[in-house]
């Protein structure tokens, strides 16, 4: 299974209208790993409930997006263990979402945003 669906990407590029956006959107994604992975952590980590579903439920959205099926699942999962307050939960899923934030992003640099980059120069 891959950690990004083309097909996704595909459709988000046809709802913008043309892969320059799409790309923009995706370019983006990719430079905030780090820091949406760390607000969400941190959150996580202080119990602040608030917080920590903005920031899973941003990442789940855009990760969605991108075609990041497994990442979005995994948010998911996150989510509701934090709707539950269930932060013990929580903190035992945050090493999973890393490792498959990682992946996803790397796959999505490489099969997506250098290729579409250099099909568009």
């Known amino acids: 299974m891959r950690w990004v669906e083309p ?3 595909a459709e988000l590029e046809a709802e913008l209208d043309g892969p320059e956006l799409a790309l923009g959107f995706a370019r983006d994604y ?12 941190a959150a996580v ?12 439920i941003s990442l789940r959205i855009a990760s969605t997006m991108v075609g990041g099926i497994r990442l979005s699942v995994l948010a998911q999962a996150l989510e509701d263990a934090i709707r539950r307050s ?13 490792e498959h934030g990682v992946r996803t992003v790397s796959e999505l ?4 945003i250098l290729k579409k980059r250099l099909t568009l120069q």
């Open 7 to 9: 097909d996704i990407l």
């Open 45 to 56: 980590h202080t119990e602040d409930r608030p917080i920590a579903l903005d920031a899973v």
């Open 30 to 41: 990719a430079s905030l790993w780090d820091q949406r992975f760390s607000r969400l952590a």
């Open 86 to 98: 269930d932060f013990v939960q929580g903190q035992a899923l945050l090493a999973t979402l890393a």
């Open 109 to 112: 640099q490489a099969n997506y």
